[in-house]
Nanobody
Framework: VQLVESGGGSVQAGGSLRLSCAASGFRFVNYSIAWFRQAPGKEREGVSCLSFSDGTTYYSDSVKGRFTMSVDNAKNTVYLQMNSLKPEDTAVYYC????????????????WGQGTQVTVSS
C-alpha cells in the first residue's frame, strides 16, 4: 500500500492549489480517505474525509466552504481543491487511508503518504 501526494507549493493569500494523492496497492473504493495537515509545532489536524461506507465527505470547520475533496476511482487518485487560501493554511498536507475507520482522527489511519508542503503568504 502506497500513497503519494503532490501539488503543494507557495501561493499568496486568496490563491488556490489542488493537491493529489495517488494510491497503489489497493483500491479507494474499499477505503476511507482523508486529508490531514500539520503546521510546525502543532498537532496533525484533520481537514477532510471521504467515508467508504456511505460516500459522504466531511470537512473541518476551518476549511468548510473553501476546500473540496474529490476522488477519481479510475485513476485511484484523490484530490483536495483548496481555494481562498489563508496564511493559516500553511502546513504539510498528508493523505491517509484506512479500510475500517472513517473520520478525522489521525491515530486511527493505517496508511499515510509522505506529505506535501503548502505555504500561503500574506
Amino acid at each position: 500500500v502506497q500513497l503519494v501526494e503532490s501539488g503543494g507549493g507557495s501561493v499568496q493569500a486568496g490563491g488556490s492549489l489542488r493537491l493529489s494523492c495517488a494510491a497503489s496497492g489497493f483500491r479507494f473504493v474499499n477505503y476511507s480517505i482523508a486529508w490531514f495537515r500539520q503546521a510546525p509545532g502543532k498537532e496533525r489536524e484533520g481537514v477532510s474525509c471521504l467515508s467508504f461506507s456511505d460516500g459522504t465527505t466531511y470537512y473541518s470547520d476551518s476549511v468548510k466552504g473553501r476546500f473540496t475533496m474529490s476522488v477519481d476511482n479510475a485513476k485511484n487518485t484523490v484530490y483536495l481543491q483548496m481555494n481562498s487560501l489563508k496564511p493559516e493554511d500553511t502546513a504539510v498536507y498528508y493523505c491517509a487511508a484506512d479500510p475500517s475507520y472513517s473520520g478525522l482522527n489521525a491515530r486511527l489511519y493505517d496508511y499515510w503518504g509522505q506529505g506535501t508542503q503548502v505555504t500561503v503568504s500574506s
